[in-house]
């Protein structure tokens, strides 16, 4: 049976991309390697975990032998890696982590991808998963494309941004078959409730305050995470190696903007007056070199993989919002202990 590796697969993104190829693809072995970080959590998976295609390994990234293990024992002809640490705001406070994992991980995985691809690459894949942000703050308009020129501003995206151009010069120097793809920010059910739209779901309903950075008019680009989740696999099956494809669902929302949608949502959800919450707002202090916009332009993978995202904005927040208000045993379970420090240390300094 072929092998294909998911890095990260118990965290937001991977848990939909394994869902996903475990139902399609019933005839392949999907592996999932994760080392359970306080952003990973097998309550993700727990849909799939009986299928017989599916394993979990609980694995570093970063530990090469390893690594070199799982490739070997399951004949592994394709990788697709997101495992990684991908909050802004902790990457700010500990930005030695993010160069540990996301730099020398995803080298650690392109290392042993090409010793075990020495013989025969024929049809092996190193798929790369990375974000928009590696290109920067879009402070006069416009929008991302494959060719704009690199420009990290946060610890996160200049880490992203280094695996990224590891994985370009694997394929260069040693014809490593690889290829990446950068996308915007993705919400969904199973995020953690760090990141903006499921932090402002529970607080809403916990009636906390809502903590907006700075004036809110930050500008973020938003697309579903099962979107996400089917963009990869058609990169992964169509795509062409050596390539860039960015993906993102041209649906640009100021913060302010979508926390007051956010709350109309939640509140008439919670049977509560629409706009009830909007006295939760609080503005609090920036973020320190908060990236002003990201816009991104996806078109080189809507007319060459023919991919749309399938979601409108509205639905796709309903449905999220929906999702995290029936599910608080989720949240209960990945919301206690370690969370509940970084939520002092963060909010309440
Ligand atoms: P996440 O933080 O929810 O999940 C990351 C997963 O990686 C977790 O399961 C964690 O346990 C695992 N992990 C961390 N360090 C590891 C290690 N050393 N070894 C093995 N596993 C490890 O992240 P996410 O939001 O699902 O993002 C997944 C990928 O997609 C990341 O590479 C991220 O940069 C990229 N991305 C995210 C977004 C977004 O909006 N969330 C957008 C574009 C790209
Ligand atoms: P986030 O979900 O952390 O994603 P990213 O920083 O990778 O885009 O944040 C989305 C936007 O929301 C970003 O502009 C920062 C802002 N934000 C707040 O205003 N308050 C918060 O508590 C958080 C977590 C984010």
Redesign the pocket.
């Known amino acids: 049976m072929k092998s294909i590796l998911i890095?990260?697969?118990?965290?937001?993104?991977?848990s939909h991309v394994v869902r996903l190829f475990v139902n399609k693809y019933p005839d392949t072995t999907i592996v999932n390697?994760?080392?359970?970080?306080y952003?990973?959590?097998l309550e993700n998976l727990r849909d799939v975990v009986s299928q017989p295609n599916y394993r979990f390994v609980k694995?570093?990234?970063?530990d090469y032998a390893q690594v070199k293990k799982i490739l070997s024992d399951f004949e592994v002809t394709g990788i697709i890696?997101?495992?990684?640490?991908?909050?802004v705001d902790r990457s700010i406070t500990d930005p030695f982590i993010f160069a540990h994992?996301?730099v020398i991980?995803t080298l650690t995985l392109l290392q042993a991808a090409k010793e075990q691809w020495a013989r025969d690459r024929d049809g092996c894949l190193f798929y790369h998963?990375?974000?928009?942000e590696v290109y920067g703050s879009l402070e006069h308009g416009g929008f991302f494309v494959e060719t704009t020129p690199y420009d990290p501003k946060s610890p996160y995206s200049a880490s992203?941004a280094a695996s990224d151009h590891f994985v370009r010069a694997f394929y260069n120097t040693y014809k490593l078959p690889a290829l990446v793809s950068?996308?915007?920010?993705?919400?969904g059910p199973y995020?953690?409730p760090e990141?903006l739209i499921p932090l402002f779901i529970n607080n809403i309903r916990c009636n906390k305050p809502l903590p907006v950075y700075g004036k809110g008019e930050n500008v973020r680009d938003w697309l579903f995470v099962e979107d996400?989740a089917r963009a990869i696999d058609v990169i992964f099956h169509h795509g062409r190696v050596g390539d860039t494809y960015n993906i993102g669902g041209f649906n640009e929302w100021k913060n302010i903007d979508l926390i007051r949608l956010m709350i109309r949502v939640t509140d008439r959800l919670l049977d509560r007056p629409e706009g009830a919450s909007e006295k939760l707002i609080t503005f609090v202090t920036d973020r320190a070199g908060h990236d002003l916009r990201y816009a991104i332009d996806s078109t080189k993978l809507k007319t060459e993989l023919g991919w749309t995202p399938s979601l409108q904005f509205e639905e796709g927040l309903e449905k999220t919002v929906r999702w995290y208000l029936s599910n608080q045993a989720w949240l209960d379970s990945v919301t206690s202990g370690e969370y509940q420090r970084y939520y002092e240390q963060m909010y309440n300094r």
Do not use: P, R, W
């Not at 890696?81 to 909050?87: G, I, M």
């Not at 950068?182 to 919400?187: E, P, V």
């Open positions: 890095t990260g697969g118990a965290g937001f993104i991977g390697m994760d080392n359970l970080t952003a990973g959590n694995a570093d990234i970063c890696h997101l495992a990684a640490e991908s909050h994992t996301n991980g998963v990375s974000t928009d992203k950068n996308c915007s920010n993705n919400y995020q953690f990141k996400h």
